[in-house]
Nanobody, 120 residues
Framework: QVQFVESGGGLVEPGGSLRLSCAAS????????MGWFRQGPGKQRELVAA???????NYAESVKGRFTISRDNVKNTMYLPMNSLKPEDTAVYYC??????????????WGQGTQVTVSS
């Protein structure tokens, strides 16, 4: 059973940057399509960005041009550098496996996530 541990969140001012990491253990990370999701206060969990093992990506419209998803299949780690952060980016961020369309989470369990708070 693959497990994910998210890290890198924190408190940042609007316009600031953060870099999230997702470390995978167990399973076969290098062959999975992977994604970042977030759940803001009072909102449903939503896809932020996803990446196939060959590097093809998909982004939510709200983060295009600001976030860049990447992965290191040797280190079994996925990253999400986030720039030009906005208050509406405030959420708990999670990582998980996604389907081949890079749209839906397919992993059976979620990690604890990492809190991102954008506020002045």
């Amino acid at each position: 059973q693959v497990q994910f541990v998210e890290s890198g969140g924190g408190l940042v001012e609007p316009g600031g940057s953060l870099r999230l990491s997702c470390a995978a253990s167990g399973g076969f990370f290098s062959i999975y399509a992977m994604g970042w999701f977030r759940q803001g206060p009072g909102k449903q969990r939503e896809l932020v960005a996803a990446i196939r093992r060959n590097g093809i990506t998909n982004y939510a419209e709200s983060v295009k041009g600001r976030f860049t998803i990447s992965r290191d299949n040797v280190k079994n780690t996925m990253y999400l550098p986030m720039n030009s952060l906005k208050p509406e980016d405030t959420a708990v961020y999670y990582c998980n496996r996604v389907d081949s369309s890079l749209t839906y989470a397919t992993g059976g369990s979620w990690g604890q996530g990492t809190q991102v708070t954008v506020s002045s």
